[in-house]
């Protein structure tokens, strides 16, 4: 008996064995069907050339049954469908299940006559790199390392190209049957880098890193992709304090630093400026310019008590408006120093000196 003749012979005896399943309408399993009407829906569906929905069928059976016998049906309706390498995956599911099978030593050799016939119809795929020995993966799985040649049935496959301290390269593949496809991976280096963003309070604050001048910081601050280590930052501007900062750098991470400048003094503030010495002067002047006027009030009233007395009233008189005048003259006084004081440009009061560090370190990822 030919292997042909004894596999045909194994799928009809099968299909006295084959249990209920939903099938659709008229087809194997309907309920209510009995065990000779699957028969006949199976072998009919069989001889009609509906290899398909057989193998579907076997598939359901299986899995409830974990009969090994349908696997094999399965395999023989995938060889009918001219799908060898779904034939041989069944039929070597089968073996595996069942490898005592009296048939086994004839079916072996008939997977590898499809297997050789199959892989006939393959596509070559070749896979080059630069750097060469990178790693060639498909569905995470290694399959060598490049320059490599691999065959595989027509499809379509994504592989992943690695090497350790390069960017992953990944392609999809189509390869049709009997295609031969080339696929040359340029790998890119994985920059070691990291990222700082710096601003400052103070536009137009002078920028160092690492010792070089990097221009002045506009509003919105400056980017910096730098390679991970150790960097050193300074910021400066004429008349305020020197911000720098020494830190660290991460592989991928993004550091945000913000450069706080303070002036190095301040002018005095108007209070202080109303006390100064000037100031004080001005307001004593002013409070002898009052004291005069309320003297020149005085001799005033006098001056008219004495109305009748010509002597005395000239002499009270020309009292109150000696009075008057030195009032005036000392009020002009006084307001003069307080202006001068308000107005002088006074030596700016200093608030700090050296270096100031700040401690504004944002870390994330990018």
């Known amino acids: 008996m030919t292997v042909r003749t004894s596999v045909q012979l194994f799928f009809l005896l099968s299909l006295l064995c084959v249990g209920v399943t939903a099938f659709g309408q008229g087809a194997p399993g309907k309920k209510g069907q009995t065990d000779t009407e699957r028969r006949r829906a199976i072998d009919a569906l069989f001889k009609a050339g509906n290899y398909k929905a057989v193998a579907e069928f076997f598939l359901q059976e299986y899995h409830k049954t974990k009969n090994p016998n349908r696997l094999f049906n399965i395999g023989l309706c995938y060889e009918k469908l001219n799908e060898p390498g779904q034939a041989v995956h069944y039929y070597e599911r089968y073996l595996n299940e069942k490898p005592t099978a009296e048939d086994a030593g004839k079916l072996r050799l008939r997977i590898a006559k499809l297997k050789d016939a199959y892989r006939a119809t393959w596509a070559q795929i070749e896979f080059n790199s630069t750097p060469k020995a990178a790693g060639v993966f ?121 450069a706080t400048l303070l002036p190095l003094s301040v002018p005095p503030t108007v209070g202080e400026r109303l006390t100064s010495g000037k100031a004080i002067a001005g307001w004593v002047s002013i409070g002898l310019a009052i004291a005069a006027e309320v003297s020149a009030l005085v001799y005033r009233d006098r001056a008219g008590e004495y ?52 401690t504004t370190l944002l870390k994330g990822r990018f």
């Open 138 to 258: 498909l569905d995470d799985l290694s399959k060598g390392k490049t320059p490599l040649a691999l065959r595989l049935p027509g499809n379509t496959y994504d592989f992943e190209i690695r090497m350790k301290g390069f960017k992953p390269y990944r392609q999809k593949v189509v390869a049709p049957k009997q295609g031969h496809v080339v696929v040359h991976a340029q790998l890119v280096p994985i920059r070691k880098m990291g990222r700082v963003l710096i601003d400052s309070n103070m536009a137009g604050a002078q920028l160092e890193v690492d010792g070089r001048a990097q221009g002045a910081l506009k509003e919105g601050g400056r980017r910096f992709d730098l390679k991970a280590g150790k960097h050193r930052f300074k910021v400066t501007k004429k008349g305020h304090t020197v911000w720098q900062k020494t830190f660290e750098l991460q592989v991928g991470e993004v550091a945000r630093l913000q």
């Open 307 to 358: 109305a009748s007395f010509r002597q005395e009233h000239e002499a009270y008189r020309n009292a109150s408006i000696g009075l008057q005048v030195a009032a005036g003259l000392s009020a002009a006084a006084g307001i003069g120093l307080i202006s001068w004081a308000l107005l002088e440009e006074h030596e700016r009061k200093p608030i700090t000196t050296g270096t100031l560090m700040d």
